[in-house]
């Protein structure tokens, strides 16, 4: 039968496969959009192995604590498409990974993709593999943070892309998911101005005075500028500097301050930041494809 490049570009979409194995798959199935992605997964079965170097930038972000909130892990586990990331049999992976890291306090993949995964079924990464041939796609536990302290650790996770660890130095569970919550939602890249890198302030520094000069004002007006707009900078970066989420009229230095607490160390994991996407005109390269086969 006939299969359309719409056709094809869904199924690629939903199974991240190529474009010649959903073509060939929808011609099996008579263009039934269920059968053929499970024909996909049927045959990754025996391509597993060169999935291995296909870029997996979807997934999700597991947060794990144990009971007396003292300890937590955060782990994120890729795919390549979000219809996989949603998909039973990853979630269920995902999850007991991120169970698995919490119960080791591992704090680095590699010894965690070495222990086993469940009672008889091998390790962690042999459990990777037998869902990489299941799903038809790359599967990778790309990082894992474990956080332990004598006071509570506050956590926070935003859907299943966006996880935050953080330790005070005080026993306040509210106000550790608050900062939490705030990690999550600003973006923080340090807890204070002082930890930003010399190197880093000089090139902003070196920025904006190249932005200035051209205004035509003094010197020294020039210099206030500059030095305002690394204030305010600094203030961007660090967590101290930011307007908290709840309340923007005050600064998470302030709220801190309330509180007579400190933040110790936060770790924020987003899905695939980092990661370069592979990007291409599915539209053309589909019709390409499809023209020159059939």
Same mark, same amino acid.
């Given at each position: 039968m006939s299969v359309s490049a719409a056709q094809?570009?869904?199924?690629?979409?939903?199974?991240?496969?190529?474009?010649?194995?959903?073509?060939?798959?929808?011609?099996?199935?008579?263009?039934?959009?269920?059968?053929?992605?499970e024909e996909l997964r049927k045959s990754g079965r025996a391509k597993a192995d060169k999935k291995s170097g296909r870029i997996a930038a979807e997934g999700?972000?597991?947060?794990?604590?144990?009971?007396?909130?003292?300890? =937590? @892990?955060? !782990?994120?586990?890729?795919?390549?498409?979000?219809?996989? +990331? &949603? *998909?039973?049999?990853?979630?269920?992976?995902?999850?007991?990974?991120?169970?698995?890291?919490?119960?080791?306090?591992?704090?680095?993949?590699?010894?965690?993709i070495h222990l086993p995964f469940h009672s008889g079924e091998g390790k962690v990464e042999e459990a990777r593999q037998a869902l990489v041939a299941k799903v038809g796609e790359n599967i990778n536990v790309r990082r894992v943070f474990f956080m332990s302290d004598?006071?509570?650790?506050?956590?926070?996770?935003?859907?299943?892309?966006? =996880? @935050?660890? !953080?330790?005070?130095?005080?026993?306040?569970?509210?106000? +550790? &998911? *608050?900062?939490a919550m705030h990690i999550a939602a600003s973006k923080p890249l340090f807890i204070s101005?002082?930890?930003?890198?010399?190197?880093?302030?000089?090139?902003?520094?070196?920025?904006?005075?190249?932005?200035?000069?051209?205004?035509?004002?003094?010197?020294?007006?020039?210099?206030?500028?500059?030095?305002?707009?690394?204030?305010?900078?600094?203030?961007?970066?660090?967590?101290?500097g930011q307007p908290f989420v709840k309340d923007p009229n005050i600064t998470i230095a302030s709220l801190l301050n309330k509180h007579r607490a400190k933040v110790v160390a936060f770790t924020r994991f987003e899905v695939g930041e980092g990661i370069e996407k592979e990007t291409e005109d599915f539209v053309e390269a589909v019709k390409a494809q499809v023209q020159g086969s059939g």
């Open positions: 094809v570009k869904e199924l690629r979409e939903r199974t991240g496969a190529g474009m010649m194995e959903c073509k060939k798959a929808l011609e099996a199935t008579h263009g039934d959009m269920t059968l053929a992605v999700v972000v597991i947060v794990r604590q144990t009971q007396d909130g003292k300890s =937590g @892990v955060i !782990v994120e586990v890729n795919s390549e498409t979000d219809f996989v +990331a &949603r *998909d039973e049999n990853f979630l269920k992976f995902a999850n007991t990974v991120a169970d698995i890291a919490l119960a080791n306090k591992i704090n680095d993949v590699q010894p965690l004598e006071n509570t650790i506050g956590s926070y996770l935003h859907g299943n892309r966006i =996880g @935050v660890l !953080v330790q005070l130095d005080v026993d306040n569970p509210e106000l +550790a &998911r *608050d900062i101005p002082e930890e930003v890198s010399p190197d880093i302030v000089a090139k902003e520094k070196e920025i904006y005075i190249a932005q200035a000069s051209g205004s035509g004002k003094p010197q020294d007006i020039i210099e206030k500028m500059v030095a305002g707009r690394i204030k305010k900078y600094l203030d961007e970066v660090s967590l101290l």
